[in-house]
């Protein structure tokens, strides 16, 4: 399973923020996956954000739950984040990954970098 990630690198605060995972050798409604998204802050850990089953569930961590909403696309085999009224500190390199459990991420994306900077 190959993943990319795809979106804009800069967004100004108060936008939303969306980005798309582009899947390639599986799919996100067969495979018994989760899709996760993460992101790392410079400086900081690695954050879970939320994920989406290959049933269509979607899970959230619950600082971010507000502000975050998790889709797929079944049809392009893509999934998306859309974070709403992001602030600089929502800057960070985000990362799509893939497991067969909630929170086990045996495929990885590369991450792709967004700045959030008026």
């Known amino acids: 399973v190959q993943l990319q990630e795809s979106g804009p690198g800069l967004v100004k605060p108060s936008q939303t923020l969306s980005l798309i995972c582009t899947v390639s050798g599986g799919s996100t409604a067969t495979n018994y996956y989760f899709w996760n998204w993460i992101r790392q802050p410079p400086g900081k850990g690695r954050e879970w954000m939320g994920a989406i089953s290959y049933s269509g569930s979607t899970y959230y961590s619950p600082p971010l739950k507000s502000r975050t909403s998790i889709s797929r696309d079944t049809s392009k085999n893509q999934f998306t984040l859309q974070l709403s009224s992001v602030t600089p500190e929502d800057t960070a390199v985000y990362y799509c990954?893939?497991?067969?459990?909630?929170?086990?991420?045996?495929?990885w994306g590369q991450g792709t970098q967004v700045t959030v900077s008026s």
């Open positions: 990954a893939a497991g067969g459990s909630l929170h086990e991420y045996k495929y």
